[in-house]
């Protein structure tokens, strides 16, 4: 079982930039896909991004053209460079890894808080 662990989160002011990590205990080309979902207060988990094994990457919506998604397979890490950021961006930031099994299998990191301010 792969150790997810990220890092980056944190307090910057509306229209900054963090980078998120997500580094993983075992090689990352194992997983069919990984990604990042965030969860903000009284709502729902949802998907801000997803990189396949392919070099394909989706966004969320809300999240296009500000955020960017990539790997180093080397350092087994996944990071999220999130521009423009904006209050509502404001929420835990999870990172997760897909081997194929579909969501029941997914392995989740323990989440970095990110808030923006305005």
């Known amino acids: 079982q792969v150790q997810l662990v990220e890092s980056g989160g944190g307090l910057v002011q509306a229209g900054g930039s963090l980078r998120l990590s997500c580094s993983a205990s075992?090689?990352?080309?194992?997983?069919?896909?990984m990604g990042w979902h965030r969860q903000a207060p009284g709502k729902q988990r949802e998907l801000v991004a997803v990189?396949?094994?392919?070099?394909?990457?989706n966004y969320a919506d809300s999240v296009k053209g500000r955020f960017t998604i990539s790997r180093d397979n080397v350092k087994n890490t996944v990071y999220l460079q999130m521009n423009s950021l904006k209050p509502e961006d404001t929420a835990v930031y999870y990172c997760?890894?897909?081997?194929?099994?579909?969501?029941?299998?997914?392995?989740w990191g323990q989440g970095t808080q990110v808030t923006v301010s305005s």
């Open positions: 997760y890894a897909d081997g194929g099994g579909g969501p029941a299998f997914f392995e």
């Open positions: 075992g090689s990352i080309l194992n997983f069919n896909a």
């Open positions: 990189l396949s094994s392919g070099d394909s990457t």
